[in-house]
């Protein structure tokens, strides 16, 4: 039983192009997030949804735009994609957005390499 | 602003040995969570430990434990009995706004036989 889940796991494209991300969880939580780890390891939060609607929008370009069609599913577009995208993006969700406790999720990531 | 600090880029230890990881946090937020996470080198992201800066005691799960210092603003990972395993990036995060995770930049802990 997979809790959280990424497609697809490897995406290779060419600048310039257009790509989706898909991530769905069973887990019955309210909130889902994306986060983008550079080559460098480093993990950061771009956006947040609660029961579909944004609540965390970090500095993203705009080419990025995330979208949930119910709770269980967030789904990231990237649009005109450049080599900087080039990262391993990962899918992650919690029961709900308030409170210290709240662990988070992962899914197994998506590794974009954009040539 | 909410930072992370981990100040060992990597660590080693001998098998069956203890490991210490630093971590220091830095927020203004009277209420937080501290969290502990492991990425193998297949990449996923696995939950090690949790702290809430109202807990009085320190974290506990199995092998892991967080030495938490809640005055000098640090929450330690400790490994006991290492395993081979236990090599893996790990990576302290806390609870931002929006409960969003910090993350700081991680250390690569190998474990030698």
């Given at each position: 039983?997979?809790?959280?889940?990424?497609?697809?796991?490897?995406?290779?494209?060419?600048?310039?192009?257009?790509k989706?991300?898909?991530?769905?969880?069973?887990l019955?939580?309210?909130?889902?997030?994306?986060y983008?780890?550079?080559?460098?390891?480093?993990?950061?939060?771009?956006?947040?949804?609660?029961?579909?609607?944004?609540i965390?929008?970090?500095t993203?370009?705009?080419?990025?735009?995330?979208?949930?069609?119910?709770?269980?599913?967030?789904?990231?577009?990237i649009?005109?994609?450049?080599?900087?995208?080039?990262?391993?993006?990962?899918c992650?969700?919690?029961?709900?957005?308030?409170?210290?406790?709240?662990?988070?999720?992962?899914?197994?990531?998506t590794?974009l390499?954009?040539? | 602003?909410q930072?992370?600090?981990?100040?060992?880029?990597?660590?080693?230890?001998?098998?069956?040995?203890?490991?210490?990881?630093?971590?220091?946090?830095?927020?203004?937020?009277p209420s937080?969570?501290?969290?502990w996470?492991?990425?193998?080198?297949?990449?996923e992201?696995?939950?090690?430990?949790y702290?809430g800066?109202?807990?009085?005691q320190?974290?506990?799960?199995g092998?892991?434990?967080?030495?938490?210092?809640?005055?000098r603003?640090?929450?330690?990972?400790?490994?006991s009995?290492?395993?081979?395993g236990?090599?893996?990036?790990?990576?302290?995060?806390?609870?931002?706004?929006?409960?969003?995770?910090?993350?700081?930049?991680?250390?690569?802990?190998?474990?030698?036989?």
């Amino acid at each position: 039983d997979t809790a959280v889940s990424q497609t697809p796991k490897y995406l290779v494209t060419q600048m310039g192009n257009d790509k989706s991300i898909k991530c769905e969880q069973n887990l019955g939580h309210d909130t889902m997030y994306w986060y983008k780890q550079d080559s460098k390891k480093f993990l950061k939060i771009m956006f947040s949804y609660n029961n579909k609607e944004l609540i965390i929008n970090e500095t993203v370009p705009n080419r990025f735009s995330p979208k949930s069609p119910d709770k269980a599913h967030l789904n990231l577009h990237i649009n005109s994609l450049e080599l900087g995208d080039s990262a391993v993006y990962f899918c992650a969700s919690s029961q709900a957005s308030g409170g210290s406790y709240n662990e988070q999720f992962f899914g197994p990531g998506t590794r974009l390499t954009v040539l | 602003a909410q930072k992370i600090t981990q100040t060992q880029p990597g660590m080693f230890v001998q098998e069956k040995e203890a490991v210490t990881l630093d971590c220091t946090y830095d927020t203004s937020d009277p209420s937080y969570g501290l969290f502990w996470y492991k990425q193998p080198s297949s990449g996923e992201m696995i939950f090690l430990i949790y702290q809430g800066s109202y807990d009085q005691q320190n974290a506990t799960e199995g092998r892991y434990s967080l030495n938490f210092q809640k005055a000098r603003k640090s929450a330690n990972l400790v490994i006991s009995a290492s395993q081979l395993g236990d090599s893996a990036m790990y990576f302290c995060a806390m609870t931002g706004g929006y409960n969003k995770l910090i993350f700081g930049a991680g250390t690569r802990l190998a474990v030698h036989p």
